[in-house]
């Protein structure tokens, strides 16, 4: 079946950038998200990216997407501590259903 | 706007009960609704998806006898876990996809303990 895979930690200073990376294996997915959970919280969706996209940007965050390499990045600017949760990358499942792939969710930690 | 609630928040029950789980959104219709299951420090595991007014498509190895789902309406959907066994313990969340769009919006999760 279809794969994503993240880091699965990342700890960062406050003010920092953060650099969030995935890889996938589905190469028609046609739109790819990027969810935020908080603990014992449901995911809030940060951001997507259209497939014909090679960058969004949407005020401290920018999605980064390599087609060809099925790769996927989420770059936080000006990290705070409330940036401090799991990050998922999920991209949708192109054989329909409008189904979405999860990776294991990398963890963010900002530290002063 | 794109509100989805869950109710309850946290349940716990006794070994052999059922328990309903209700999924709504609060401010669109959603003729997708889908069930996920998560457990500690896990990633998320899509366990069916729910239409309104259809039957349910679950994932290979997830019951249907023992998760039941039902869409009645275009704002509704529950999950009821029947005879629950401590290994159903787990973080159910859901999400709705509004009609028409590719985006789902996630509920804020029901955590069930079974003893």
């Known amino acids: 079946g279809e794969d994503v895979e993240q880091s699965l930690f990342l700890s960062v200073r406050e003010g920092d950038s953060s650099v969030i990376n995935c890889t996938y294996t589905?190469?028609?997915?046609?739109?790819l998200y990027w969810y935020k959970q908080e603990p014992g919280a449901g995911l809030q969706l940060l951001t997507y990216?259209?497939?014909?996209?090679d960058m969004k940007q949407d005020q401290r965050l920018t999605v980064l997407l390599n087609k060809k390499d099925k790769h996927l990045s989420l770059r936080i600017a000006d990290t705070q501590t409330g940036d401090s949760a799991i990050y998922f990358c999920?991209?949708?499942?192109?054989?329909?259903?409008?189904?979405?792939?999860f990776g294991a969710g990398t963890r963010l930690a900002v530290h002063p | 706007g794109a509100v989805v609630s869950q109710h309850p928040s946290r349940v716990i029950c006794k070994s052999g009960t059922s328990v309903k789980i209700e999924c709504r959104s609060l401010d669109f219709q959603a003729t997708t609704m889908f069930w996920y299951r998560q457990f500690p420090k896990q990633s998320l595991m899509l366990m069916a998806t729910s239409n309104e007014g259809s039957k349910a498509t679950y994932e290979q190895g997830v019951e249907k006898d023992k998760f039941l789902i039902n869409h009645a309406s275009l704002t509704l959907s529950t999950l009821t876990v029947t005879s629950a066994h401590p290994e159903d313990s787990s973080f159910y969340i859901c999400?709705?996809?509004?009609?028409?769009?590719?985006?789902?919006?996630f509920g804020p999760g029901t955590r069930l303990t079974v003893l």
């Open positions: 589905d190469s028609s997915s046609t739109y």
């Open positions: 999920a991209p949708m499942f192109s054989g329909g259903y409008n189904k979405l792939i």
């Open positions: 990216i259209f497939s014909n996209m």
């Open positions: 999400s709705a996809l509004p009609t028409g769009t590719d985006t789902q919006y």
